[in-house]
């Protein structure tokens, strides 16, 4: 049994030469487990959205950093539906929250890290910074 | 009528029911007609039942005292019994639409007088549809028949057809307890027929029933009986020589048919003349035969003896045999007489199985006439009368609705809608039990469509008329043709009309393939069927090889009138399709590629949309984006959207995602938007068409009450075999209906009024959840009376079903849309892509932007169509990036960048095959008022 993360194979150990500093997604659900394929498309595909400059993304979960995902590789993983019932693979389901991607950051200046994205931010329990294990990461209001 | 047993004490009747009867009885002794006198008694009937039928019997003693002769109360007395024996046996007396109650509980009312009709109050009750509160199945059984002690009542009413051949038998028990107190001989003849008809019988067991019912006959005293025994034993033969002419026995055939005729020997009543001719036609080997038929069809329709019924059924037969003779003139003047009586059945009929059957026959004969007028060279009157079979139901709500009481009638079709919903709302007052004792007894349901019923008998039928064919090519333009499809058994026909043809169209064309064909091609053939690859979410690849030769065989037809307009300098075509057509986007066509091309669904539409007034583009629009939540490229068709209108200086407001609620965009309607642009999920439903809806966000308020009801995931004992149907009802939330459903199942839970919240479980997940803004929902509303232009930008908000019978009546979203006042829809044909979809509202809506004055929307939708078609990759990326800036919503814009990454691996044109650019159409008065121009 593979218990790799879905997304292993597709990261790479560093971003693209010459690309601009990445930021991070944090790929964990609300209970710490990594998030499937759909809601994590929505992470990546909001990271990117916000910034046409963005080559790659540093990808982390439960504090990890797995690898860094390119913007072509992103790509890949949209999928493009129709207007039709069933071609969905992320509706606002009951009993299943809805990770509409949030934006929070480091607060240490400077942090490389930064722009962070996430599916879920818990104030009890905020996640920690991948460059600054110690410091836990703030709430972005938009 | 005369009771069986001296011992029984009649019921009690009030002084005021009995005052009551007696006025009824008077107004049958004064009827100056037949048909005032069958009025009189019908009436009297659904009224009081037997009890009316006591009454007379009691006045025809009284006067008989004083007169000693046979006096007008003895034979109203024996009038009425026949009208109460066939009401019984299941013959509708009145246009009521709470009759078939009423008859329910006279047949109760008569079998808690005497047992002997607790069999024919089992016909009765057999007789409702399934589902009906009144079909109670303990009480049939309670009621069984005696004859019927061996027959084992079905439990799921699934072969019930020994049961119907008895309920449907017309007088035959009914004749041997209603006419009279019957001898022996009378009781055994009934006896007999009950087994003809009820049993399956071989030829050998049919000759010694019937020899023994004619021994039996000789000593029988009541006609009724006696006939009813001639009219079964016939109908029996006649049914074993169809069969036996099935298997080629042509020699067996002809020798039932010769029983049939001996059982009808001397009935000169035009039943027997029916089946005689029923029989000679079917049988026909030779034009004098059929001839011969033609004429006894035609004795039962001129026959003022014949019931209702049996003449429109006669002269259906008889047009039938009319046309294989060539002889038009007389097909037309048998059918036209009668046209409003079959019109009437179909636009009253109640029920799925009535509005069948009468649709069945109105269209039929609508399209018999038209044949005959085509084939007599009486142009302008085919034209007519063809239309006069399109949309009629349609068309008749639109008009009730239109007049002075349109509010009422909303509201009582909300009420029935609320009723059927499970909702208790406040019944209509329910009537004395004195002056009408059956409809005191009659179910909510009943009561509210016949309330619904009593607004229309009021309307003035000439309304629905459809346009002259002057009036139609009147309203072209100079440089306009209007192509006319009329599909038939034998062919399809296109007339092609230019603007001032008044007797005949300019130029017909008739194409080789039948209605049935079409009907394979575009929606029942197993493989390679349009409407099938839709259902089955096949690639688009796949629809669109489909979809060509679709467009290639309604190509074929349509060139040589295409031709034509073009020798006669004509650059814009109206079609005006018929039943299947309405789903083949004639726009596509290779043919009419140079014509600017619009469709409406009716002559009396296309006359209206011409002469109506133009709505004007409102100050304040509604944009409803991505309520389920998925489509990623929504935000940037919303945004493309409000950017063109507020060029025009129109104000949007958006609903959103979880906030695009039914609630929210009513209360935004109601608020004075007045564009409504809908960017999300929709679905045409074939089955249930009123079920067609649009997705919108559930309500939290009504999901926090049942989100018991849809849980994340189903437990494994709802995994989608047949069990899982079901339906069942949650006090205070509403009904639950479970179904499967392709790829899944789907759960329901309807609550309110008219809020309908749908689950989609694909594997026992839940993969969608919305809340339905259906047909029914749309139709019954009162917020779109306003609505300048509405834009469903969903998947197939146009596709609408037309119906298994001939009737050519497109019912779902557009349908309501219509019907609740939107003066212009844009929809789509078939599933569109979610970003082509916006991308192709990106087109639209720039173009609209740059519009001023009286804007012809079909023109507008045909130069964007074209330039999607003819778009170039670089054309294309550029507008996809113009898309992707306007949007704010990042995700929105990552999914932008996707699409434009895979363009370069698309053809040079990308959009050029019709799938992807001829999904969307115009519907309604195609014109919309932008800026300060008059109209």
Redesign the interface.
Same mark, same amino acid.
Request: net charge negative.
């Given at each position: 049994m593979n218990d790799q993360p879905w997304i292993t194979e597709r990261l790479a150990q560093a971003p693209p030469l010459g690309a601009p500093a990445p930021g991070t997604v944090i790929l964990n659900d609300s209970k710490g487990e990594i998030l499937d394929e759909g809601a994590a498309t929505?992470l990546? &595909? =909001?990271?990117?959205? /916000?910034d046409d400059t963005q080559m790659a993304v540093r990808v982390v979960a439960s504090g990890d950093t797995l690898g860094y995902l390119s913007r072509t590789q =992103? %790509?890949d993983l949209?999928e493009? /539906? /129709?207007? *039709? %019932? *069933?071609? /969905?693979? &992320?509706?606002?389901?009951? *009993?299943?929250s809805?990770y509409a991607?949030i934006s929070l950051r480091c607060p240490i200046g400077g942090c490389p890290a930064n722009p962070i994205v996430a599916a879920t931010f818990d104030v009890m329990y905020p996640p920690r910074c991948p460059e600054h294990p110690s410091q836990p990461l703030e709430f972005v209001r938009s | 009528l005369k009771r069986r047993s001296a011992k029984r004490v009649p019921p009690a009747v009030s002084d005021t029911e009995w005052l009551v009867q007696v006025a009824h009885a008077e107004r049958a002794a004064r009827a100056a007609t037949s048909d005032d006198l069958y009025a009189a008694l019908a009436d009297a009937a659904v009224t009081f039942g037997h009890r009316f039928g006591l009454a007379l019997e009691s006045l025809a003693k009284t006067a008989g005292r004083e007169e000693q002769t046979e006096n007008p109360y003895t034979v109203l007395t024996r009038a009425f019994q026949l009208v109460f024996a066939s009401w019984l046996s299941g013959q509708r007396l009145t246009p009521r639409a709470d009759e078939r109650e009423r008859r329910v509980e006279a047949a109760l009312a008569l079998a808690a007088d005497d047992p002997i009709f607790a069999p024919l109050a089992a016909n009765v009750l057999l007789h409702l549809p399934a589902g009906h509160p009144k079909r109670d199945l303990a009480l049939i059984s309670g009621l069984r028949p005696t004859g019927m002690s061996s027959l084992t009542l079905p439990e799921t009413f699934r072969d019930l057809r020994p049961w119907q051949r008895v309920a449907r038998s017309p007088g035959m028990i009914l004749g041997a307890f209603i006419a009279g107190t019957p001898d022996r001989a009378d009781e055994q003849l009934a006896q007999i027929t009950f087994s003809i008809a009820s049993v399956d019988l071989d030829e050998s067991s049919l000759a010694r029933h019937v020899r023994r019912g004619t021994v039996a006959e000789r000593n029988a005293r009541h006609y009724v009986i006696r006939l009813d025994f001639r009219l079964r034993s016939a109908r029996r033969y006649f049914e074993l020589a169809v069969e036996a002419g099935r298997q080629g026995d042509e020699d067996g055939a002809r020798r039932l048919v010769s029983h049939m005729s001996a059982m009808l020997e001397d009935l000169a009543i035009p039943d027997a003349v029916l089946m005689l001719g029923e029989a000679l036609s079917h049988f026909a080997q030779d034009f004098e035969s059929l001839r011969r038929a033609a004429g006894m069809f035609a004795a039962v329709v001129e026959s003022s003896t014949a019931a209702r019924e049996l003449r429109l059924t006669a002269a259906r037969k008889e047009a039938a045999a009319r046309r294989i003779l060539l002889d038009f003139e007389r097909m037309y003047q048998v059918l036209r007489p009668l046209l409003p009586a079959y019109e009437v059945d179909y636009l009253t009929a109640l029920d799925e199985d009535e509005l069948d059957a009468a649709g069945r026959a109105f269209g039929e004969v609508v399209l018999a006439l038209t044949y005959a007028c085509v084939r007599l060279n009486r142009w302008a009157e085919a034209a007519e009368l063809f239309e006069r079979g399109k949309c009629s139901r349609l068309r008749y709500r639109a008009q009730l609705r239109a007049n002075y009481y349109g509010d009422t009638v909303i509201e009582r079709e909300a009420e029935l809608s609320a009723f059927r919903r499970g909702l208790t709302l406040a019944a209509p007052p329910v009537p004395n039990s004195e002056v009408d004792p059956l409809g005191s007894r009659v179910g909510t349901e009943a009561a509210l469509l016949e309330a619904n019923r009593r607004l229309r008998t009021e309307f003035p039928s000439e309304v629905l008329a459809p346009p002259s064919l002057r009036a139609l090519t009147g309203v072209m333009y100079a440089d306009e043709g209007v192509i006319v499809l009329i599909a038939n058994s034998t062919s399809t026909l296109v007339a092609g009309f230019l603007a001032g043809d008044v007797t005949s169209p300019t130029v017909v064309s008739v194409g080789e393939m039948t209605d049935a064909e079409w009907l394979d091609l575009l929606a029942q053939g197993r493989r390679g069927t349009w409407l099938a690859s839709l259902r089955t979410h096949r690639s688009s690849n796949d629809s669109n090889d489909t979809l060509e030769r679709v467009l290639a065989a309604a190509n074929h037809l349509i060139y040589p009138v295409a031709r034509r307009f073009e020798a006669e300098n004509i650059h814009r075509v109206t079609i005006l399709p018929h039943r299947w057509f309405h789903v083949v986007p004639f726009w596509a066509l290779p043919s009419l590629s140079s014509f600017l091309v619009e469709t409406a669904i009716t002559a009396a539409d296309f006359v209206e949309a011409r002469t109506r007034s133009v709505p004007r583009l409102p100050s304040r629009a509604l944009v409803v984006a991505n309520p389920a939540g998925d489509l990623r490229a929504a935000d940037a068709e919303a945004a493309t959207v409000e950017a063109s209108l507020k060029r025009h200086g129109v104000a949007s407001q958006r609903l959103a995602g979880l906030g695009a609620t039914e609630t929210a965009l009513l209360n935004e309607l109601r608020d004075g938007a007045a564009l409504l642009h809908f960017c999300g999920h929709g679905r045409s439903d074939f089955d249930h068409p009123e079920r067609s809806a649009l997705f919108l966000a559930p309500d939290p308020s009504v999901l926090s009450r049942s989100g018991h009801v849809f849980p994340a995931v189903l437990p494994a004992n709802a995994t989608g075999d047949a069990s899982d149907d079901a339906s069942y009802v949650i006090d205070g939330l509403g009904r639950v209906v479970q179904k499967r459903i392709v790829g899944g199942l789907e759960r329901t839970l309807e609550h309110g009024k008219s809020g309908t919240i749908s689950a989609w479980y694909a594997d026992r997940r839940c993969v969608s959840l919305a809340e339905l803004w259906t047909a029914a929902d749309i139709s019954i509303s009162r917020e779109l009376s306003g609505v300048a232009l509405a834009v469903l930008s969903a998947c197939e908000s146009g596709l609408e079903r037309i119906g298994e019978s001939n009737i050519d009546e497109p019912v779902g979203l557009l349908a309501a849309m219509r019907l609740a006042g939107v003066a212009n829809t844009i929809a789509t044909l078939w599933p569109v892509g979610d970003v082509e979809g916006a991308l192709f509202m990106h087109e639209f809506y720039a173009a609209l932007g740059q519009c001023e004055g009286v804007v012809d929307l079909h023109g507008l939708l045909n130069d964007v169509r074209v330039r999607f078609r003819t778009m170039s990759r670089d054309a294309a990326l550029e507008s996809i990036s113009a898309l992707r800036d306007m949007a704010s919503d990042p995700i929105a814009r990552f999914v932008l960048e996707r699409f434009r990454e895979q363009l370069p691996n698309r053809p040079a044109q990308p959009f050029a095959k019709p799938y992807a650019w001829a999904a969307f159409f115009v519907s309604g008065v195609g014109k919309l008022i932008i800026g300060d121009s008059m109209t």
């Open positions: 929505d990546f &595909a =909001a990271y990117f959205g /916000s =992103a %790509l949209i493009l /539906s /129709s207007r *039709g %019932l *069933g071609e /969905s693979i &992320a509706q606002f389901l009951p *009993g299943m809805t991607p | -």
